[in-house]
């Protein structure tokens, strides 16, 4: 099993960046796709990003295509979500996850995540 903490929300003005921090322990990062979804209260759950473990490849949502990066340290166990060009639609909280190809390819769910950090984009 793996542990995930994620970090590095906070406000931000539209336009502007931030990057996300997750941190996996109990298991090794390099086992796992990891990749990230998000949802804000009274919305449906968006899958954004996923890496996988063999090769590094990276998918993305259409949302988010051109604007954020999905990158991963296995040294660290850290995933990291670089966003720029941030909108105010961005506003949700963000959780890194296992199982993210599988997920973001409709083919089934994540396996577990964290417990979200929180990303606003004021207006």
């Known amino acids: 099993q793996v542990q995930l903490v994620e970090s590095g929300g906070g406000l931000v003005q539209p336009g502007g960046s931030l990057r996300l921090s997750c941190e996996a322990s109990?298991?090794?990062?390099?086992?796992?796709?990891i990749g990230w979804f998000r949802q804000a209260p009274g919305n449906v759950r968006e899958d954004i990003s996923c890496i996988t473990r063999d090769d590094g490849a990276t998918y993305y949502g259409d949302s988010v295509k051109g604007r954020f990066t999905i990158s991963r340290d296995n040294a660290k166990h850290t995933v990291y979500l670089q966003m720029n060009s941030l909108k105010p639609e961005d506003t949700a909280i963000y959780y890194c996850?296992?199982?993210?190809?599988?997920?973001?390819?409709?083919?089934?769910?994540?396996?577990?995540w964290g417990q979200g950090t929180q990303v606003t984009v004021s207006s």
């Open positions: 996850a296992t199982q993210c190809l599988l997920a973001i390819m409709g083919l089934g769910d994540f396996g577990s």
């Open positions: 109990g298991d090794t990062l390099e086992n796992h796709n």
